[in-house]
């Protein structure tokens, strides 16, 4: 299981890896890649996740309401260590709150559990994604008018491709190859940015980094637990939400911190050093799991 891990997580580290060795002799616009990503790249896989029936979303209700409180419930519940440790709310906050649910969720997931967790993890990494965009972008931006938000790209493909899919609506394969194409840009994309930016990042914030290593996985967990004692869900699920809760945090946290201009080099250093940290986190719950029996 250790080495299933790694070969999950050790490509995030490889192409990140890659963008810094680039910008150590280049110097890429990351800013207009990063913008071409968030109005195409993402919106498109968002779009096509959502819109495949491979998952029948009103049969994981009662996950996407635990995995709500486990991304909100984060941010308050670290909220007061963010305020004694006198931290800037806008840059620790969001990246404890949404957590790596794509590129690491759910490949990690499929790997663990097999093709049946499928659905489960695409019901999580919709979640995430649609509380990222909604209450993530208004933590950083609070005075954006909601008319200005539903047409940001990844809004107007989130609610697109949710019509899509619970109306029971089936897209011709040939175009959900092309949305699936374009939206694999994204996450490759996302972490080659990352590493260009680790190259500006200053180490005095390392502390910050593994605060957030430990804070993310542990709030997660936290919140997790009665949510499961709470909730009647099926193993599958069971299993699906430890390992969401103990998640890091995405690399799309980077990339909305460096469009809002909200301290990117720390949240870079935050992104980093907590994936860096699940590790040791993931081997740990996922042990956690088989033990108990749930799949």
């Known amino acids: 299981m250790i080495g299933q891990i790694l070969s999950t997580m050790l490509p995030v580290f490889l192409i990140a890896g890659c963008g810094a060795l680039y910008g150590r002799y280049r110097t890429p616009d990351i800013q207009g890649l990063n913008v071409l990503n968030m109005e195409l790249f993402v919106p498109m896989l968002v779009f096509a996740v959502l819109a495949d029936q491979q998952a029948p979303l009103q049969n994981y209700a009662q996950l996407a309401l635990a995995a709500t409180v486990v991304?909100?419930?984060?941010?308050?519940?670290?909220?007061?260590?963010?305020?004694?440790?006198?931290?800037?709310?806008?840059?620790?906050?969001?990246?404890?709150?949404?957590?790596?649910s794509g590129n690491m969720g759910l490949p990690l997931l499929v790997l663990a559990f097999g093709d049946e967790a499928l659905p489960a993890a695409i019901v999580l990494f919709i979640v995430e994604m649609l509380l990222h965009f909604s209450v993530g972008l208004y933590m950083l931006a609070p005075h954006t008018s909601i008319v200005k938000r539903l047409k940001l790209p990844i809004v107007f493909a989130s609610i697109a491709g949710l019509s899509v899919n619970l109306g029971g609506v089936?897209?011709?394969?040939?175009?959900?190859?092309?949305?699936?194409?374009?939206?694999?840009?994204?996450?490759?994309?996302?972490?080659?940015?990352?590493?260009?930016?680790?190259?500006?990042?200053?180490?005095?914030?390392?502390?910050?980094?593994m605060l957030g290593a430990i804070a993310c996985p542990a709030s997660g967990l936290i919140l997790a637990w009665p949510m499961i004692a709470v909730l009647d869900l099926p193993g599958m699920q069971v299993a699906a939400l430890w390992v969401f809760a103990a998640l890091p945090p995405a690399v799309l946290n980077y990339m909305v911190a460096e469009q809002y201009r909200q301290e990117p080099h720390k949240v870079a250093s935050l992104v980093l050093l907590s994936n860096l940290g699940s590790l040791v986190v993931m081997p740990v719950v996922l042990g956690l799991v088989f033990a108990a029996g749930y799949v």
């Open 170 to 209: 089936t897209l011709p394969e040939w175009l959900l190859e092309t949305l699936n194409m374009l939206g694999g840009v994204s996450i490759p994309l996302m972490l080659f940015a990352l590493g260009v930016r680790m190259l500006d990042i200053d180490f005095s914030d390392w502390k910050l980094g």
């Open 71 to 100: 991304v909100l419930g984060s941010g308050i519940v670290l909220y007061p260590l963010a305020r004694v440790l006198k931290l800037n709310l806008k840059t620790f906050l969001p990246p404890m709150m949404f957590n790596n």
